[in-house]
């Protein structure tokens, strides 16, 4: 839709679907420039309409598969580009790790849910962020201070082994596990890890995080390969929290330094633009 000059996106859920007014609420309540824009809801012949903020740049899957057809966007899968929508994501993930007064669970990552939004009319870069929240969970803490889940939902081919299982609590480590699948998705060039719930079933895990097979061999670094791994590793309180993979986002593995033929290089927030300035 467009008011005023400016396009949205709206969402149209039923009324009377239980999720709807959840998703509405929790959108309401999250504020992250790495988070899709809530703008407000309305009600029309008992559908719920949410407007959000509009992604001009499509799916992280679009994305991938643009950029595999044309050469001119072929940076888009260089390393520096792949770390700095790691940067973006876990800055995302731990924003609602941490929430107040209640942590968010996403459990629903996956490439159709992280969208692309063009940082401004007048430059090539974008910002990715992450969106869909119909399946998201506010974690009230256990005795132990503890957060856990035991809803079995989700996409299968993302989901992570704990979320499989029929019996097994999940958290936070849960969502890294599926950021991690997303990582070797996108990394390799649009090739899933894994095709089906069986596969993820059977996962045991990468002995040899440094040198693992998980991504494809001599086209990243050890550095990019080990975080993949610890990621992707079968339990749950052994994955790297999202504060702890931001912090392995360093400013040298972004390659965030001035460099006169792009807009914003200096910025990792903003994406590397794909196209040089004249």
């Not at 994501?89 to 490439?111: C, E, G, N, V, W």
């Amino acid at each position: 839709m467009e008011e005023k000059g400016q396009v949205f996106a709206v969402k149209e859920i039923s009324a009377l679907d239980p999720k709807a007014k959840r998703e509405q609420a929790m959108l309401e309540s999250v504020k992250h420039k790495h988070i899709i824009k809530y703008i407000r809801t309305f009600t029309e012949d008992n559908r719920l309409n949410i407007v959000m903020e509009y992604a001009d740049r499509g799916t992280l899957t679009q994305m991938v598969e643009k950029a595999m057809r044309d050469p001119e966007m072929l940076p888009f899968f260089d390393e520096q580009n792949i770390w700095r929508f790691l940067n973006q994501m876990s800055q995302a993930l731990d924003y609602l790790h941490s929430h107040k007064p209640k942590p968010i669970l996403h459990r629903d990552l996956k490439p159709h849910n992280i969208l692309a939004v063009s940082s401004s009319n007048s430059t090539p870069n974008f910002q990715f962020k992450l969106a869909d929240f119909g399946l998201a969970k506010l974690l009230t803490a256990d005795a132990k201070g503890e957060h856990y889940a035991n809803t079995r939902c989700g996409t299968p081919r993302y989901m992570a082994p704990e979320v499989t299982s029929n019996w097994r609590k999940y958290s936070f480590g849960a969502d890294i596990f599926s950021l991690g699948c997303i990582l070797a998705f996108y990394a390799n060039q649009g090739k899933h890890l894994f095709y089906s719930q069986d596969e993820i079933n059977k996962w045991q895990g990468i002995m040899d995080e440094a040198n693992n097979e998980v991504m494809e061999p001599g086209r990243h670094s050890a550095d990019l390969v080990e975080i993949v791994g610890k990621m992707l590793r079968v339990e749950q309180s052994e994955r790297p929290t999202a504060k702890d993979i931001r912090q392995q986002c360093t400013i040298t593995r972004m390659m965030v330094k001035p460099r006169k033929s792009y807009c914003d290089p200096q910025d990792p927030d903003v994406f590397e633009s794909l196209k040089q300035v004249v």
